[in-house]
């Protein structure tokens, strides 16, 4: 069985150190790999640019995905993923600061399969996480990978 790997899309290096002591803290030792735009984010999804030698088939089990993002935003990063069939159903949780009612609806209207929002205390930024990587990773029932043409 392959390890569950978690994707963190995340440009702020404050809040990819808080995500990923908040993964140990709470004991998930999965592999992390940390995309800092959404260019490099769709490289190591789709196997392309940097990532152009990485096993496609290999997919993460989440996603958790920033919207403000340098390059390409949050938004367009779900958009293409939900376009292909090979990413359309891998579970992206949208994991932001932003307050904005519009990137909410817009990430449910473009398939986000959760939404939440950063909180500023760490313990609770810290249990936010915990509780998502238990759920996402060893409770839902991921649906299967589909290979690529």
Do not use: C
């Amino acid at each position: 069985m392959q390890e569950k790997i978690i994707l963190l899309v995340e440009d702020n290096p404050d809040d990819e150190a808080l995500t990923l002591r908040a993964l140990q803290k709470g004991n998930i030792h999965n592999e992390v790999v940390v995309a800092h735009d959404g260019v490099e984010a769709l490289d190591y999804l789709f196997a392309t640019g940097t990532y152009a030698g990485r096993e496609a088939s290999l997919a993460p089990q989440l996603v958790l995905l920033d919207l403000k993002l340098p390059k390409i935003d949050g938004l367009e990063v779900l958009k293409r993923l939900r376009a292909d069939e090979g990413t359309r159903l891998l579970p992206v949780v949208i994991l932001t600061s932003s307050k904005e009612e519009q990137d909410l609806i817009n990430s449910y209207s473009l398939g986000a399969n959760s939404y939440i929002r950063k909180p500023v205390d760490f313990l609770q930024f810290s249990q936010s996480v915990q509780q998502l990587g238990l759920y996402w990773l060893l409770l839902n029932e991921a649906p299967p990978m589909r290979n690529r043409s």
